[in-house]
Nanobody, 126 residues
């Protein structure tokens, strides 16, 4: 099991940047696939970005490609989401999520992630 705590959210102007962090606790952090998922008001949760246990493979939703970068530092038990060129439509609560490397399924399927943080609010003003 892994516990996740997000930080780094806030209010920014369109075109600005934020870096989200997800601090994980657990005996085998490196054995988990990690992802960022967001939920805007009145909408379903949607996949933003994912990363393999080693950080060697990354995955992005089409609407963030070229703007967001996911990375992880297993030595620090932390996963990051660097968000550049933010748009008002990026406004949402951003959640860190994790699943065991033993669990199958597509990285894009939110239901496959077992563990979730509390979320951090990102608000982008126009």
């Amino acid at each position: 099991q892994v516990q996740l705590v997000e930080s780094g959210g806030g209010l920014v102007q369109a075109g600005g940047s934020l870096r989200l962090s997800c601090a994980a606790s657990g005996r085998t952090f490196s054995s988990y696939r990690m992802a960022w998922v967001r939920q805007a008001p009145g909408k379903e949760r949607e996949f933003v970005a994912g990363i393999s246990w080693s950080g060697g493979s990354t995955y992005y939703a089409d609407y963030v490609k070229g703007r967001f970068t996911i990375s992880r530092d297993n030595a620090k038990n932390t996963v990051y989401l660097q968000m550049n060129s933010l748009k008002p439509e990026d406004t949402a609560v951003y959640y860190c999520a994790a699943r065991s490397v033993e669990d199958g399924g597509s990285v894009y399927v939110i239901a496959t992630y077992r563990y979730w943080g509390q979320g951090t609010q990102v608000t982008v003003s126009s």
